[in-house]
């Protein structure tokens, strides 16, 4: 595998969380995750605060929510059901209906 240790462990926890995660959609996760922002938090926790984060923002109608005004918490309540199906789509076993979307460790947008 090529690059840091981090991007390979970033890598690593995307295939297994979300085996059937298309190309474009796993690149864009990959891209958030690896952001400055996301660098204090340990690999599979930015990871999976990326791939919600894509997924609400790109499979959803979370933005549009927010647009009409809805407050952050609302909307994500809102689209839950959606982004669970999207992941559960990809393989995932992982729920944000759980509540447990950043495990504990750090912002979500």
Same mark, same amino acid.
């Given at each position: 595998?090529v690059?840091?240790?981090r991007q390979q %462990?970033?890598?690593? *926890? /995307?295939r %297994? &969380? *979300?085996?059937g995660?298309p190309?474009?959609?796993a690149?864009m996760? /990959?891209? &958030?995750?690896g952001?400055?922002?996301m660098k204090? &938090?340990?690999?599979? =926790?930015a990871?999976? /605060?990326a791939?919600?984060?894509?997924?609400?923002?790109s499979h =959803?109608d979370?933005?549009?929510?927010?647009a009409e005004?809805y407050?952050?918490? *609302?909307?994500r309540?809102?689209?839950?059901?959606? =982004?669970?199906?999207?992941?559960?789509s990809?393989?995932?076993?992982?729920?944000v209906a759980d509540g447990?979307?950043?495990?504990?460790?750090g912002p979500?947008?």
């Open positions: 595998m690059g840091t240790k %462990a970033i890598r690593k *926890a /995307l %297994a &969380l *979300a085996p995660i190309l474009s959609d690149e996760v /990959l891209e &958030l995750a952001r400055n922002q204090a &938090l340990p690999p599979k =926790t990871l999976w /605060l791939l919600g984060s894509h997924v609400r923002h =959803t979370y933005d549009r929510l927010l005004g407050e952050r918490d *609302a909307a309540f809102f689209v839950v059901d959606q =982004t669970d199906d999207v992941l559960s990809w393989g995932c076993q992982r729920s447990d979307e950043d495990g504990g460790e979500a947008s």
